[in-house]
């Protein structure tokens, strides 16, 4: 039996790093992936986000035939079914005031994960991990109640301290690890997505830089567009919509879902500008949680990626997430080989760092971003924020239907009619804010509760109650 | 392998070039082995199966599921299934290495 410093179960982004992170530091390495070359089981749709050029150096170097930068996000509000028409429109540019430079420049970039997925596998080879394919994994060596190595569906048996398990949403290694059995029905979504090849000529005409695009509107809870250099990719039912407990309880099929909402004609417009054809039909389930999983390490054995149900909770984006939690679990591998324990309790610290790095970070509030997509995929609050978007807009900006002045002065007046409207986003930040700025605000709001006083002012008993909530709320 | 394009039509709409049909935009190398069961006697007849298949690989007979036969030509290995059966009567494994699902963007 071949023994090995470190098995890697999964050639994604995140096995891949983790691979390549081992192999730098002289670890002996073993990745393993079931399908013929990395990449070819995944679902694409994919735009890896400006937050891999902050966290990886190698990452500079990427360029693959598909990639098309994005540096305009555009949501598109649609009016109901039948008409689905563009009633409101938003683009933006990256902001000034992100903090480092290439989120300055754009948002993500498109690429096929059949050319990303081997871009990064390769790496992981040439730093010198030996790479296995067509390998699928079916049973866990244990060596002192702690995992010790992994079982081929052939029989083949590999040994090795520690294993990473970037095994993907249905992760073989988390289930016969025994930390998780199935994922439940609120925890996932179910994705299904049309992949289209267009002329790259036309997508740079029409499309340009605008490389992520969504849709809402009633009954429409998020579809996305993302797009390639050659062509573009269109899924859904939308994060809000294809919660597999919703899609359960309500029996809408996603598949059926994804097709009635591509007739949209906007979509059918910009994909007849396109010249674009179908090439392929996609489905794939992505966990999406409200907090970040704790669940995710045992003795001798790290859950990464999707397997540790990584991705954030306002798009499912998890790519990133995926190659950083990589990238710890092969440092606290590393870590525990050198100190020669990797027990439970030693590997422990993955989880801790976890919690504390930017992966962590993104779950703050999550339960908030959830229900920010609820909003928007509810057809009744998304058909009425969409309305009051649409006369604010009109009312400040746009009307020469009307005298000007009489248009501006019904701004302030729709914004009270629609307060409880936007009360129901408020609850959504409000929390956010505390959750991260709690001392700052406290300290604003301790700074107004003083001025009042010096005034004389009556606010007294309302501050008090604020007082009470001041534990913040976690 | 089953080569794209060989069925048609089912989810044609309109008839026109963006027409998208499931069935002739998946290629799946086929492999001997099953990776999806069901447990028949745990089956509840809920249909969370048939709502949630991307393939519509599920029906109800007799109010029970039933897999379709030719399932392991055109599964796309999302595991909808196991994880919308609340009955505990669906289990999913993967097909053999090297078979299954292949997306080529081709």
């Keep these: 039996m071949k023994r090995y410093d470190l098995i890697v179960v999964g050639a994604g982004p995140g096995g891949s790093v983790a691979a390549m992170t081992a192999a730098e530091a002289g670890m002996e390495v073993l990745l393993l992936e079931r399908s013929r070359y990395p990449g070819e089981k995944n679902a694409s749709g994919f735009a890896l986000s ?8 190698f990452i500079a170097e990427l360029d693959l035939p598909s990639m098309r930068y994005n540096r305009l996000c555009v949501a598109h509000f649609l009016s109901p079914p039948p008409e689905m028409e563009e009633r409101f429109t938003i683009s933006s540019g990256p902001s000034r005031r992100m903090s480092y430079p290439e989120a300055r420049d754009f948002f993500t970039a498109g690429m096929l994960r059949r050319e990303f997925d081997q871009w990064v596998a390769e790496k992981a080879r040439a730093a010198g991990a030996t790479l296995m394919l067509e390998s699928l994994v079916t049973g866990l060596r244990r060596e002192s109640g702690r995992v010790a190595g992994v079982v081929l569906e052939g ?5 090795a301290p520690v294993v990473i398990g970037a095994d993907g949403v ?4 988390a289930r016969l690890s025994g930390l998780r059995t199935k994922w439940r029905p609120d925890q996932v979504i179910s994705a299904c997505a049309v992949d289209y090849a267009a002329p790259r000529e036309r997508m740079d005409d029409v ?14 809870g998020g579809n996305y567009l993302v797009a390639y250099a050659d062509g573009l990719h269109l899924g859904g039912p939308g994060v809000t919509n294809s919660l597999v407990s919703r899609l359960n309880r309500s029996h809408i099929k996603p598949a059926r879902e994804l097709l009635d909402t591509l007739q949209a004609p906007p979509t059918r417009r910009l994909l007849r500008a396109l010249g674009a054809r179908p090439r392929e039909w996609q489905a794939h389930l992505l966990p999406w949680m409200d907090r970040m999983p704790t669940n995710i390490h045992s003795g001798g054995l790290m859950l990464v990626g999707d397997a540790a149900g990584l991705p954030e909770p306002l798009y499912a984006e998890g790519v990133w997430q995926a190659m950083y939690s990589g990238r710890l679990a092969a440092q606290v591998a590393r870590e525990c080989e050198e100190e020669g324990d990797v027990s439970a309790a030693s590997l422990a610290r993955y989880l801790e760092r976890l ?5 962590g970070k993104e779950f ?24 009051l978007a649409v006369d604010m807009t009109v009312n400040l900006f746009m009307s020469a239907q009307e005298p000007k002045a009489e248009c501006v002065a019904r701004a302030l007046p729709l914004l009270a009619e629609n307060l409880p409207l936007l009360m129901e986003v408020a609850r959504i930040y409000l929390p956010m804010l505390l959750e991260v700025e709690g001392e700052r605000l406290r300290g604003y709001l301790a700074a107004v509760k003083g001025l009042a006083a010096l005034l004389g002012g009556s606010a007294g008993s309302a501050w008090d109650e604020g007082d009470k909530a001041e534990g913040g709320p976690r | 392998m089953r080569e794209k394009g060989k069925r048609g039509g089912e989810d044609s709409r309109g008839g026109d070039e963006l027409a998208v049909d499931r069935f002739a935009l998946v290629e799946v190398i086929p492999s001997g082995r099953d990776f999806v069961f069901l447990d028949a006697e745990r089956c509840t007849g ?16 007799g109010g029970r599921a039933e897999l379709a036969e030719g399932y392991r030509e055109v599964c796309v290995e ?11 009567a669906v289990d999913f494994t993967y097909p053999p290495g090297g078979t299954g699902v292949a997306y080529r963007y081709a």
């Design chain 1, 50 to 57: 400006t937050k891999a050029w902050r966290d990886f150096p």
């Design chain 1, 155 to 159: 029989g083949e048996e590999f040994a």
């Design chain 1, 170 to 173: 249905l992760s073989v290694t």
């Design chain 1, 207 to 220: 499309v340009h830089e605008a490389g992520f695009q969504a849709y809402f509107g009633p009954g429409i």
């Design chain 1, 355 to 359: 919690e504390e790095s930017p992966v």
């Design chain 1, 364 to 387: 703050v509030g999550g339960a908030e971003l959830r229900r920010l997509f609820e909003i928007m995929g509810d057809p009744g609050l998304s058909r009425e924020l969409t309305e």
């Design chain 2, 46 to 61: 809920c249909g969370n199966c048939v709502a949630i298949c991307p393939m519509d690989l599920w029906r109800m007979r």
């Design chain 2, 78 to 88: 999302c595991g909808s299934c196991f994880i919308a059966c609340e009955a505990g």
